[in-house]
């Protein structure tokens, strides 16, 4: 069932809200059950066999978090169990996101020719419940984690405004939510917050992202034959189609959960303002990065810095870092995540590609802010500061942008096609360069282009940048109300406002929601719905 | 050692790896409330206290700390334990 349909809106949701306060007025239990009951049913809306599936991993994993709790004391024990568990999830990731994928291109290739090797759909959302369940066994073999009961971990793996595209939770900040009381009794407070933060959410996917939609895959489809303003036009529309769907999706989440008391933590901190690559890996799909932070950069980059500790070798500092510190404190668990959180994506080369780019992105910076010159922090005047600003948000966006044609293209041969329109260099017979550029600003005044549009993509687009830099985002407008568990780092915006429970906002909203309705019909897919 | 010690000595690390001696720190304090405080840079304020104080912390520990007074409490606790 997608957040945005019709069913979801106007059976699923009140029905499952109306009951689980119901039943929590009188039993807690019943009210957990009635979630997970109602979030299997979400779950399996798409295809009921999944189920099955679902259940089989919550079950292994559970029984491998309970025996490696009881086997804490005997810690090689509970580390085999660790590892037949990890073992287990990974297998299943790599069987339907990798194998066939891999099978598919060695056929292509000539090889095994005599074999028919099937096909099978990826599961919805299998990449973020195995990776949840992962992390509570790595806690639970760390002593991190206590398991609480069989209900309330299927609960917290299945609550369904989570299940399918994150954000990728802790059991840490979930489980003492759904063990407290006040979380099934209901709260009109929170209630009001959540819904609020839902219609902020579905209008970033209808309104913007949706509209932005065909322009993008447009752009993806014939890439060696667009013209110069075209292929930026397209570009961008793409980048800001997949902020605002993927945002949208996460802020819708953040709502729901929110409406049955629960909050989560942010997953995007308004990313596209970002003036580092460092800065926009902590803004952009937070929960992901701080899942990888955790579990695969933190054990290695502190193995290697107590090896050399161990060895007497100097530790990073700017001034007496040597190339090969560089690399091995740095470089080598920066590429080593970076590649991976890439591939996590699906088994594209292309994958592969934006995580080498991201994690060439990241070493630079390193580099730079390590050697490269000190700003002045005193008497720098305000348009300097601005420039300043400027020329990194710019470098910033633009290195996105490259990442993020690698990520979208079928091919990399597509990605690169489109990479050299972009610089004037596009094969079709649409024109590029400076005659691109005037004939985009005549079409642009009513003169018509007759191969492209531009007036309805140039205002969508100049309207998502202008949420994207000059509005607060989401966090920032329920700051006061905190909405969520994660803390903001943006900079307050150039015009900032926050919700209030008062008519005015009640009205601005209930239109905002009906406009949201009205364009629901179209019922697409999110896009990380994919991974 | 006592708490407000403790703090202090991490202060004048935390200040070193992020660039800025007259940094101020207080038990609330949170890491993206500092600028320079990324993924990267708190390895190197784990290594800094490890070495500073003598002791070691193990992965599973580091994820639970929420802010400075979580990690200043961890440091206390280690302290006692390697008496």
């Not at chain 1, 066939?100 to 919805?124: C, D, M, R, T, V």
């Not at chain 1, 899942?291 to 290695?300: A, E, F, H, S």
């Amino acid at each position: 069932m997608l957040f945005n349909s019709i069913t979801f809106l106007v059976f699923f949701l009140p029905g499952s809200l109306l009951v689980f306060y119901l039943l929590g007025y009188f039993q807690m239990n019943a009210a957990k059950f009635w979630l997970v009951v109602v979030s299997f049913v979400f779950y399996a809306w798409w295809n009921p066999r999944l189920f099955l599936l679902l259940a089989g991993s919550i079950i292994f994993n559970y029984t491998c978090g309970y025996l490696i709790q009881k086997n804490l004391e005997r810690p090689k024990i509970s580390s085999i169990i660790l590892t037949l568990g990890l073992l287990g999830n990974l297998g299943l990731l790599f069987y339907f996101k990798y194998l066939l994928s891999l099978l598919g291109w060695f056929h292509e290739k000539g090889l095994f020719q005599n074999y028919s090797w099937g096909s099978a759909i990826l599961p919805l959302g299998i990449s973020f419940f195995t990776f949840t369940q992962i992390g509570f066994l790595i806690d639970t073999q760390g002593g991190n984690a206590r398991e609480r009961g069989f209900l309330e971990y299927v609960l917290f793996v299945t609550f369904f405004p989570h299940l399918i595209a994150g954000p990728i939770l802790h059991h840490r900040e979930i489980m003492p939510q759904f063990a407290k009381k006040e979380t099934y009794t209901h709260n009109w407070n929170n209630i009001g917050i959540g819904i609020s933060i839902f219609i902020f959410g579905l209008a970033k996917k209808v309104i913007i992202a949706d509209q932005l939609a065909p322009v993008a895959n447009d752009i993806f489809k014939h890439t060696a034959e667009k013209h110069v303003v075209e292929a930026w036009a397209g570009v961008m529309c793409y980048s800001l189609q997949l902020y605002f769907d993927f945002a949208g999706y996460s802020e819708m989440a953040l709502g729901l959960a929110r409406m049955f008391n629960v909050k989560f933590p942010a997953n995007f901190d308004s990313p596209l303002k970002s003036k580092s690559i460092i800065d926009f890996w902590q803004r952009w799909h937070i929960t992901l990065t701080r899942y990888l932070t955790l579990y695969l950069y933190n054990p290695v980059a502190l193995w290697i810095m107590r090896r050399r500790m161990n060895k007497g070798l100097a530790l990073l500092k700017a001034d007496e870092t040597t190339l090969g510190g560089f690399l091995e404190m740095l470089a080598a668990p920066t590429i080593y995540t970076i590649v991976l959180a890439g591939v996590w994506h699906g088994a594209g080369i292309q994958f592969f590609i934006y995580g080498l780019l991201h994690s060439f992105y990241i070493c630079v910076n390193h580099a730079w802010r390590m050697f490269g010159p000190k700003a002045p922090i005193s008497s720098i005047s305000r348009f300097w500061s601005w420039f300043n600003g400027a020329w990194k948000w710019g470098l910033t966006y633009l290195s996105v942008l490259i990442s993020l044609i690698v990520f979208r293209a079928k091919t990399v041969t597509d990605a690169w096609n489109l990479i050299q329109c972009m610089i004037g260099r596009g094969t079709g017979d649409s024109p590029g360069g400076a005659q691109g550029v005037v004939e985009s600003i005549l079409d642009y005044f009513g003169v018509a282009v007759p191969y492209w549009n531009y007036t309805n993509c140039l205002i969508t687009l100049g309207i998502g940048f202008i949420f994207i830099l000059v509005l607060p985002n989401v966090l920032q407008i329920f700051e006061k109300e905190g909405a969520s568990l994660t803390n903001i780092r943006s900079a307050p915006a150039v015009f900032s406002f926050q919700w209030q429970p008062n008519i005015l906002w009640g009205f601005l909203l209930a239109v905002l929601a009906l406009v949201d309705l009205l364009m629901v019909a179209g019922n697409t897919e999110f896009l990380y719905f994919r991974f | 050692m006592t708490q407000p010690e403790i703090l202090e000595r991490l202060r004048k690390i935390i200040g070193q790896v992020v660039g800025n001696d007259q940094i101020a720190l207080n038990n609330g304090t949170t890491a993206d409330k500092v600028p320079g405080w990324d993924s990267f840079n708190h390895i190197n304020i784990i290594i800094g206290a490890e070495m500073e104080f003598g002791i070691r912390f193990n992965v599973a520990e580091l994820e639970s700390l929420k802010n400075v007074g979580d990690f200043v409490a961890l440091i206390e606790q280690r302290l006692i334990n390697k008496k």
